[in-house]
């Protein structure tokens, strides 16, 4: 059975980058999509970034000159760096696992219970 | 990007009841809408796919429906561990969005 368990620093500070990491049990992590999503009051549910392989990266544009995602397949794990964080950016982050299926596209099938991060100077 | 909005922002509603919640895309996205059942503390979970298919092990009374810009799910006979927020999702074209939430409440 798989599961995601997502590992973060908690606080950081502003200016500072955020490192997050996912570990993967249950399955390899070459044979799926991995996506990072991240949930704030203010606003809501957002998808930051997706994964498939080392050559299959997708960002979501409001963020993307800020973030990177990538896979250690040595340590089954997959992360992503924020970098010149705000407190905008204090949000509960989780991995997901990301389906994909010819006609029926992406969804997130299989989640982390997530970090919370806080973001302060 | 394509804005998702749901709408009840909350609905109450009592054990047994039918419950629709809609979601509308600023633009057509297919079938390729997602929907997705938080509980407070929990991380979200995959209820449908592709606008009606139902996952592994979500109960019967789930069912979904919609195509292009309007879509839909409802809840016949709501149960107590019904209680909870709803999201849908579009994953036609990236960035990926979500509908803002219904919290179906007592």
């Known amino acids: 059975q798989m599961q995601l368990q997502e590992s973060g620093p908690g606080l950081v500070k502003t200016s500072e980058t955020l490192s997050l990491t996912c570990t993967v049990s249950?399955?390899?992590?070459?044979?799926?999509?991995w996506s990072w999503i991240r949930q704030s009051p203010g606003k809501g549910l957002e998808w930051l970034a997706y994964i498939y392989g080392r050559r299959s990266i997708n960002y979501n544009p409001s963020l993307k000159s800020r973030l990177t995602i990538s896979l250690d397949t040595s340590k089954n794990q997959v992360s992503l760096n924020l970098t010149s964080v705000s407190p905008a950016d204090t949000a509960m982050y989780y991995c997901?696992?990301?389906?994909?299926?010819?006609?029926?596209?992406?969804?997130?099938?299989?989640w982390g219970q997530g970090t919370m991060v806080t973001v302060s100077s | 990007d394509i804005q998702m909005t749901q709408s009840p922002s909350s609905v109450s509603a009592s054990v047994g009841d039918r419950v629709t919640i809609t979601c509308r895309a600023s633009q057509t996205i297919n079938i390729y809408l997602n929907w997705y059942q938080q509980k407070s503390g929990k991380a979200p979970k995959l209820l449908i796919s592709a606008t009606s298919s139902l996952q592994s092990g979500v109960p019967s009374r789930f069912s979904a429906s919609g195509s292009g810009t309007d879509f839909s799910l409802t809840i016949d006979t709501l149960q107590v561990e019904d209680f909870a927020t709803y999201y849908c999702?579009?994953?036609?074209?990236?960035?990926?969005?979500f509908g803002q939430g219904t919290k179906v409440e007592v």
């Open positions: 997901a696992r990301t389906y994909s299926g010819a006609s029926s596209g992406f969804a997130f099938d299989i």
């Open positions: 249950g399955a390899s992590i070459s044979s799926y999509y």
């Open positions: 999702q579009q994953t036609s074209l990236a960035p990926w969005t």
